[in-house]
Each structure stands twice: as C-alpha cells, then as structure tokens.
C-alpha cells in the first residue's frame, strides 16, 4: 500500500505508511504553515507491489517494480492517453488489492500476477519491447479486474 499526499489536487509525496505521511502533511500545516484544507491523503494499492512486496518478500525498490515505475514514468506518462491509463489503473488498483485480500485464490492470483505479469512485463521491457509490454498489461488487468472485483 501506499499513501499519496496531494496538495490543492496535485500529488506532492508518497509514502508507505499512514502515519509518514500525516506527519508529512502535520509539517507543512498549522498556526504557521498553510491551511489543512490544501491536503489530503488517499491510500492507493497496487497489485504489482502486493506480488512483489507481500508475497514474493521482496523489497519495495526491488530491481522488478523499480524497472515498471520507470516504464511508468518515462515511457506510458508520456505516451498519448497514458497519463489517464495511469489514473485509471491508481482507481482500480486499490479495488484489486482489497478484493484479494479476502479472495479464496489469494495466494494462487498473487503468484500468476507474479509470474504471468511482473516478470514477463519486466523481460520485455529490458528488450525494449514497450508497446508489447504495454498491451500484456492491459490484457492482464482487465481479465484481472473481472477474475477478482467482480
């Protein structure tokens, strides 16, 4: 899970736990900062972190979802309709993550998300095969979502 800070509607900071980022929020209000009206906190989850985190037990700046962030950023932000894919994906993601929290399957889905997703994602992206990394994505999640949140 992470925890995104935004300031007047923007995202300013993410932090993995609740209470950094309150803290981080209590820092920049008060008698003499700005008005706690300019922040709040919304708790995204993201599946491909609940694979490689919480059931492979790898690190959160593992070598597998630091190469997906910088897919991310450097090469879906900028292409035409990634910044709404992203935020599209930061609206289900959460949806995902709490529905596989109770699902009977947890552990099996979390391994195929692993295995099926994350690291042939990974391969293809290494190779430079961005738009077929794209697609696998998005093939993925939305057979994901229906498997899961509905």
């Known amino acids: 899970m992470e925890f995104v800070v935004y300031r007047k509607g923007r995202e300013v900071a993410i932090f993995q736990r609740r209470?950094?980022?309150?803290?981080?929020?209590?820092?920049?209000?008060?008698?003499?900062?700005?008005?706690?009206?300019?922040?709040?906190?919304e708790q995204?989850?993201?599946?491909?972190?609940?694979?490689?985190?919480?059931?492979?037990?790898?690190?959160?700046?593992?070598?597998?979802?630091?190469?997906?962030?910088?897919?991310?950023?450097?090469y879906l932000a900028l292409k035409d309709g990634g910044q709404e894919e992203i935020k599209t994906?930061?609206?289900?993601?959460?949806?995902?993550v709490a529905k596989l929290e109770e699902h009977p399957n947890r552990e099996e889905i979390l391994e195929s998300i692993w295995s099926e997703l994350v690291l042939p994602c990974v391969a293809l992206i290494k190779t430079g095969e961005n738009q077929a990394c794209h697609q696998l994505y998005k093939?993925?999640?939305?057979?994901?979502?229906?498997?899961v949140v509905q």
């Open 19 to 41: 209470s950094d980022a309150e803290r981080f929020v209590r820092s920049k209000t008060g008698f003499f900062g700005e008005p706690d009206a300019y922040y709040h906190i």
């Open 44 to 74: 995204r989850g993201c599946y491909l972190t609940e694979a490689a985190v919480t059931y492979k037990g790898l690190a959160d700046d593992c070598d597998e979802l630091m190469t997906l962030r910088k897919y991310r950023d450097s």
């Open 89 to 96: 994906y930061y609206k289900m993601a959460p949806q995902i």
């Open 139 to 147: 093939t993925y999640t939305l057979e994901l979502s229906q498997k």
